[in-house]
């Protein structure tokens, strides 16, 4: 395959480094050589755009010196010179400096790219509490009075109203604040990220003190996610004076609410922290967002036009593995254990919650549920005996059948069977084998002719046989099928597609099963348990299908219909961001590297594109279910798409695709 055809633009990443550069106090030549040198090395691993601290030219904590008029000047100086270092190196920067404008000192943070200052942004908030002291050195920006200052005989833009916008990546537009900005109440940030931007930097020189670094990292983590932003920040090192504090370098990158690098604190040497940052995401999620489509940004603001250097940096070189630590083959489930265990906790208080509330408002004491012995169905059996314990409803209102057909397994049945009788539910056996061979006869269906109508009159007599003892008995149908069946379209119209309550419709394939797997670590010991992992390590078919020898499974649902693990991917990535083909084939090609080749890849992913819009129909149709994480399919909720949309557009980029890579 020929990787080479992406570039980190073309699929809307910026790749961003924080820095916290070794520097001396008031060595300006010192500290501009460390900035240059640590700018070659962010190029080096493909960086588009560096962060350095707060008045890192000169040092944060130079106090009176900043009076010097010496000291001033050889920073000026020192911006050109870092100006054109960068340019050298192709990469874009922020460094800050103190800078004299109008008469009035300035703590500024300057951007450079392509050889040339862009522009200069002062400080509004001057803190002076406790340790700081910085009005007594610099002026807010609120007091400017100049538009732009001369540096090297050029008119530099100046002030707190300049976003940068890089016309080469689509969406991506630099604000910048300055260390205390953050911390305010109202930090300047949100209404450059109302005004566009959707890259916030934050030059910084903030201290160490107990625990403060970890509330720097929820502000940083916040700002990011109520901004829909990526939120860059980077701290003063260790080289500050330490006269009556200490700098740790702690340097951040979030994007949206996730923190993806952080460098270490407490070190002498530089320290580089780097993350792609996903522009097309953040666009996205700000389309979406309501709240933030209908605010207005309080104030003005001039925009920069200028072109991101672009390192001749592609996706096949070492340099070009994705740097996102959210990358994971399994979005859906949570990588950490104790996350994950937390994650399965608060999904089955959703379900059974969900159902405890429907049952309590109708007022049944009872429902039908057909248990066959896997993974939907099991899940959806312990999410109802939840919903009754809470309730204080008799088990023995939950009536679970057993429905085998003509492929139904011992393995299966007898799990089911006994799971059945250890909850203590009450077990219904109900054969469906004369009821759908005299149906299939009545219809004139040759039996031997193993076809979706076979299959279907086999899941449509299921679903009647529970419709109907609901009825009998007054009570509710509890529906067994999952997310991402729901997704593919792999249900029976009008067969197990419908119930009276779907509790698993918001839960992918991917995470039933740790689920279950919780449930037997979490809710159950003994013998309950031992079946649960077992069910747990059952393979997944909907045993329609005749046994071979020795009851062979005939049907294997991913064999069929493709791996589930590739399906929750694409399913998250083009539901919940509504990535294109391209992007959702390439980070597939990332998250699965060792697993599946990019033709099985592009494979799977054009059969998940037909299935998905040719089956929204069933989706228009679905019963009530409660929505458990950021992916939902309801068509009363997250998912409004017509049944009749054509697919033309995607399946022609996956053709390009192809062909492209000769697929």
Known sequence: MKKDVFSLFSVGFLRVAVV??????????????????????????????????????????????????????????????????????????????????????????????????????????????????????????????????????????????????????????????????????????????????????????????????????ALVQQQAARCLAAYLYAGAGVGESTTDVVWGGHSLIAENGTILAETERFHFSTQIAVADIDVQRLIHERVKNSSFSSATPSQAYRTIHFSLPEPEVRLSSSQGILLRPDLSPTPFVPADLTQRAKHCQEIFHIQSTGLAKRLKHTGLTRITLGLSGGLDSTLALLVTLRAFDTLALKREGIVAITMPGFGTTTRTRTNAERLAQLLGVTLRHISIRAAVQQ??????????????????????????????????????????????????????????????????????????????????????????????????????TPELLPLGENETVQQETEVSIGPYLLHDF????????????????????????????????IHWLRMFYQRFFAHQFKRSAMPDGPKVGSVALSPRGDWRMPSDASNALWMQELEELSHTFSL
């Open 20 to 217: 916290a550069p070794a520097l001396r106090v008031a060595d300006v030549t010192y500290n501009t050589h460390m900035i240059i040198e640590a700018l070659e090395q962010a190029a080096v691993r493909g960086c588009h755009l560096a962060l350095f601290p707060e008045l890192c030219i000169t040092g944060y904590s130079c106090a009176d010196l900043f009076y010097q008029s010496l000291l001033r000047e050889q920073a000026r100086s020192a911006l050109q010179s870092i100006a054109q270092a960068a340019g050298q190196h192709q990469i874009a920067a922020v460094v800050g400096l103190p800078l004299e404008a109008g008469g009035k000192l300035y703590n500024c943070a300057a951007f450079v790219s392509d050889h040339t200052v862009l522009g200069i942004v002062p400080k509004t908030y001057l803190p002076t509490t406790n340790e700081y002291y910085e009005e007594r050195w610099f002026s807010s920006s609120r007091e400017h009075t100049v538009e732009s200052v001369q540096l090297a005989s050029q008119d530099i833009p100046f002030g707190t109203d300049l976003l940068f916008h890089a016309q080469n990546l689509p969406g991506c537009v630099v604000g910048i604040e300055i260390c205390e900005d953050l911390w305010a109440v109202q930090p300047p940030s949100g209404n450059m990220a109302l005004a566009g931007a959707t890259i916030l930097l934050n030059p910084s020189a903030s201290d160490e003190v107990l625990s403060k670094s970890d509330y720097r990292r």
């Open 439 to 540: 149906h299939l006869q009545d219809i004139e269906h040759d039996p031997h002719v193993h076809d979706i109508t076979y299959e279907n009159a086999q899941a449509r007599e299921r679903t009647q046989i529970l419709m109907d003892m609901a009825n009998q008995l007054d009570a509710l149908v509890v529906g067994t099928g999952d997310l991402s069946e729901l997704a593919l379209g792999w249900c029976t119209y009008n067969g197990d597609q419908m119930s009276m309550y779907h509790v698993n419709a918001g839960v992918p394939k991917t995470l039933v099963r740790y689920l279950i797997e919780w449930c037997a670590q979490s809710l159950f010991t003994g013998e309950i348990a031992e079946v649960l992992h077992d069910i747990g390590a059952t393979p997944i």
């Open 570 to 601: 694409f399913l998250f990535y083009i539901v919940r961001h509504a990535f294109s083909p391209r992007k959702v084939f390439w980070l597939a090609c990332q998250a699965f590297t060792t697993q599946y080749t990019p033709e099985e890849i």
